[in-house]
């Protein structure tokens, strides 16, 4: 039984391919996430990511690069402009803003873009795991936000691998295992819907 839906991660980058210092430290980043079994989508360009407005649902968390298409003003117009339409779509999705280490703080972002991101981070200045932990973290504080009480509280039992004896649920689909038209419903429903298919009488 699937016990936890995959977090995805977008990364808005053009930097992770490239053989620099920064490039290798992302992709370490990007590397590390896999590790923790999150799903990592790539996007190269503003463009490419307004094209993906339409999948901004089922991210959990974005990663934006700063200096996206270089490190100029007008660049960063370009980029704040993003994070802008970005919050317009979700208000609550965390963005952490990536930028390279540098002796000043980042004087070039907008004050309103400092409000509209969750976490700035230096890529090469904390370990890629550290990194990866954080961005984690933050996208299943997300999913845990998004669920509304009831259905939160039926992921957590399902989660718990709990006996329900009770309709319709029949001990988590078990009796319709029992006959060859059973189990084809049993398989294409899936074992998740018949363990969290609990009965309002009990």
């Not at 590390?32 to 999150?38: F, S």
């Not at 999705?93 to 004087?107: C, D, R, S, V």
């Not at 990866?132 to 989660?159: C, D």
Request: proline share 6%; net charge negative.
């Amino acid at each position: 039984m699937k016990t936890e839906e995959v977090l995805t991660v977008a990364i808005i980058d053009d930097a992770h391919k490239i053989d620099s210092p920064q490039g290798r430290a992302i992709h370490r980043i990007i590397t590390g996430l896999k590790e923790y079994g999150i799903r990592v989508g790539e996007i190269a360009s503003p463009e490419d990511a307004r094209a993906a407005f339409s999948a901004l649902a089922g991210i959990d968390c974005i990663l934006i690069n700063w200096n996206l298409g270089g490190d100029t003003s007008e660049r960063h117009e370009v980029t704040a402009k993003l994070i802008d339409e970005i919050r317009e779509r979700n208000e609550k999705i965390p963005i952490f803003l990536m930028g390279e280490p540098t002796n000043a703080p980042p004087t070039s972002l907008p004050l309103k873009t400092v409000r509209e991101i969750n976490e700035y981070i230096w890529v090469m200045e904390d370990t890629p795991e550290f990194i990866a932990g954080r961005i984690t973290a933050s996208a299943k504080r997300y999913r845990e936000m998004l669920l509304p009480p009831f259905f939160k509280e039926l992921v957590k039992f399902s989660k718990d691998f709990e006996y329900s004896w009770h309709t319709p649920g029949h001990a988590g689909g078990t009796a319709f295992r029992k006959s060859p038209a059973g189990r084809a419903f049993f398989n294409f429903f899936g074992e998740q819907l018949f363990r969290s298919d609990l009965s309002i009488s009990v």
